[in-house]
Each structure stands twice: as C-alpha cells, then as structure tokens.
C-alpha cells in the first residue's frame, strides 16, 4: 500500500510555456500533499504544502504565482509551473501525508524532470 | 529554526567495510526519517524512527534515533555494492503530536567499491 504516483515523469517545454504536473495517492487518501524541488546533486527543498480544499502554503521565496498549486480531491494534487524559464529545470518531487494512529509518514512520488529549453 | 546536518556527504567505502553516517539535528523533533535515493530516481522510505532510543534493522543497515542528542546514526554493516546510492535523513519540524514539514539533510552519496 502507500503508491503514489507523478505525471508524466519527464517533461520537455519551451520557454513561456506551462507545464502541469500531477501528483495522485492511488490507495489512501491524502489530506496533505508535498511539493519538493531537487537540483542536481542537491538535497530535496520543499515548495509547498498543499491542502485538500484550502489554499497550498509556500516555502519563503517560492513564488506563489509561477507555482500554482491546486488539491482538488483527497487524491491529486497538482502543481503548474508558469511561463516556465530554464532556471525551473529541476526534479519535481512530491509526497502525500498519511496518518494512522499510531504513526505519520510521507510517501514519494517517482518524481518530475522537467527541462525548459 | 530547524535544521538538519549530515555527515559525511560523501562517502567511499571497499566491500566488506563497516560504516555510520551521521545526522544532527538543531531543535526538538519526535520523527526522523531515512531514505535511499538512487540517481535520477526518487526517494524510497528506509526506516521511520518515533522515540528515542529506537533501533531499526533492516538488512546490512541500522537505523539508532538519541532525541536527546538530537542525534540519528545510519550503520552499514559489511558493505556491498548494492548499497552505493544517496541517502538522506529528514527531520519533521512538528512535535508533540503535531506534523509539520520535512527538513532534509543534504544527504551522503555512498560509494562502495570491490
């Protein structure tokens, strides 16, 4: 149990273009939902936190308006990234909250690579 | 502010070798957590630890949790090329039964060679 998963997996854009990415819990539900970014050889950094029904909440210097994020069921969160520019070359990483009595975890999505030419 | 340091960040070991890697942590946090990250892929859960002094095995790796020290180790024992990937630990900023966010380390790329 716990799957979680990302599409697509890779994608190619030109510059000023968008790109949609979506993150879907396939066998549980998932209040919360985690936007990663990883640049190469770097650590996970987190975007934002995206909530079922509310508003996502951002990292500080994230921009709210270039990652437009929107978690429209308990199953999918997705993540947009606007008039997309090279800079936003990263690995998209998300993950999706669950909660038991007795533990909390995050589970992983495959991930994104996004490349903007 | 919570943060999260590890060490070594990168690490070279022969088959066989016994190794730790170390993750400290800044402030109070009850969940720490491991993971594998093998290149151009995504994270893969190694261990949740929930207290302190919990002790996690799995294979030819151990997983200790000190919240005193605010200390976690991860234990190689006799390594095998199959184990060269990166591993990261992660914090949670929540405590006291509240979840918060993840604070990762910066990871330590594992090599092991013949």
């Known amino acids: 149990g716990a799957v979680v998963s990302q599409h697509p997996s890779w994608v190619i854009c030109k510059s000023g273009t968008s790109v949609k990415i979506e993150c879907r819990s396939l066998d549980f539900q998932a209040t919360t939902m985690f936007w990663y970014r990883q640049f190469p050889k770097q650590s996970l950094m987190l975007m934002a936190t995206s909530n079922e029904g509310s508003k996502a909440t951002y990292e500080q210097g994230v921009e709210k308006d270039k990652f437009l994020i929107n978690h429209a069921s308990l199953t999918l969160s997705t993540l947009t990234v606007t008039s997309a520019h090279p800079e936003d070359s990263s690995f998209y990483i998300c993950?999706?909250?669950?909660?038991?009595?007795?533990?909390?975890?995050?589970?992983f999505g495959p991930g994104t690579r996004l490349t903007v030419t | 502010e919570l943060k999260v340091e590890q060490n070594p960040l990168f690490l070279s070991m022969q088959e066989g070798k016994n190794y730790t890697i170390y993750c400290n942590y800044s402030t109070t946090s009850d969940r720490l957590y491991w993971y594998r990250q093998d290149p151009g892929k995504s994270l893969e859960s190694l261990f949740v630890l929930l207290s302190n002094g919990a002790v996690k095995q799995e294979g030819r790796l151990m997983a200790s949790l000190d919240t005193k020290a605010r200390l976690s180790t991860l234990h190689i024992t006799a390594a095998v090329h199959d184990l060269s990937a990166t591993y990261f630990c992660?914090?949670?900023?929540?405590?006291?039964?509240?979840?918060?966010?993840?604070?990762f380390g910066k990871g330590t790329k594992l090599s092991v060679k013949p």
């Open positions: 992660a914090v949670d900023s929540g405590y006291g039964g509240s979840q918060g966010n993840l604070i």
């Open positions: 993950s999706a909250a669950r909660s038991t009595p007795t533990t909390y975890e995050q589970y």
